[in-house]
């Protein structure tokens, strides 16, 4: 039982380059979610879905996309890499209870 | 939309001292939960607290929700450096919606 996987764990980009961060997870949780970390501001919602086919916005959207196509996976794209989305990224997912939380990518748009 | 508040955002305490995190929403919560990140690491979920007044403990860890579900605590008494990381609040609106994350609060503990 692996939990949330995501990959990369860490990863550079160039200003407008795009990407995807993947992550998978193994419970069969219907809510899956992303958010982002940067000092002193918590954790952000970006998008989270709860279930296949159903994705929804959270608090900041901008410049990233999701999708569900599976109950497993929930990557995200980055559609033109801005120093601002310099962050750590997680996903988690959960079922019932308490969320399970991925390690993490280290993202920095150079 | 929803808020969550949570103070202090940095808390340095001798071991064997007690040390406690407050959340406060601007609105009445379904739920709590609260998660411990080490440096460096990803959240882990420590417990969730559902109803009005409930008191919760994890051997040295108290969790506690306000009668009026707006906010909470973390009280953990006689600290350890095992203690060490990022303590997060996060409120859900309604079962099963997603949660809105306090800032979470940093607790260093020197030995």
């Known amino acids: 039982n692996a939990g949330v996987t995501q990959t990369p764990k860490f990863q550079v980009l160039k200003t407008g380059q795009s990407m995807t961060l993947q992550c998978a997870q193994d419970?069969?949780?219907?809510?899956m979610s992303w958010y982002r970390q940067d000092p002193g501001m918590g954790l952000r919602l970006i998008h989270y879905s709860v279930g296949a086919g159903i994705t929804d916005q959270g608090e900041v959207p901008n410049g990233y996309n999701v999708s569900r196509s599976t109950t497993e996976d929930f990557p995200l794209r980055l559609l033109s890499a801005a120093p601002s989305q310099t962050s750590v990224y997680f996903c988690?997912?959960?079922?019932?209870?308490?969320?399970?939380f991925g390690s993490g990518t280290r993202l920095t748009v150079v | 939309g929803q808020q969550v508040m949570q103070i202090p955002q940095y808390q340095h305490v001798q071991e064997g001292e007690d040390f406690t995190t407050y959340c406060n929403s601007s609105?009445?919560?379904?739920?709590i939960q609260w998660y411990k990140q080490r440096p460096g690491g990803h959240p882990v979920f420590l417990i969730q607290?559902?109803?009005?007044?409930e008191v919760k403990k994890q051997k040295r860890l108290t969790f506690q929700f306000g009668e009026a579900k707006k906010n909470s605590s973390l009280h953990i008494t006689a600290t350890q450096t095992t203690d060490v990381g990022t303590y997060f609040c996060?409120?859900?609106?309604?079962?099963?919606?997603?949660?809105?994350f306090g800032e979470g609060t940093q607790l260093t503990v020197n030995p």
């Open positions: 996060a409120g859900g609106a309604a079962s099963g919606s997603r949660l809105t």
């Open positions: 988690a997912s959960s079922g019932r209870g308490g969320y399970t």
């Open positions: 607290l559902v109803k009005s007044g």
């Open positions: 609105t009445t919560l379904s739920n």
């Open positions: 419970m069969n949780h219907e809510y």
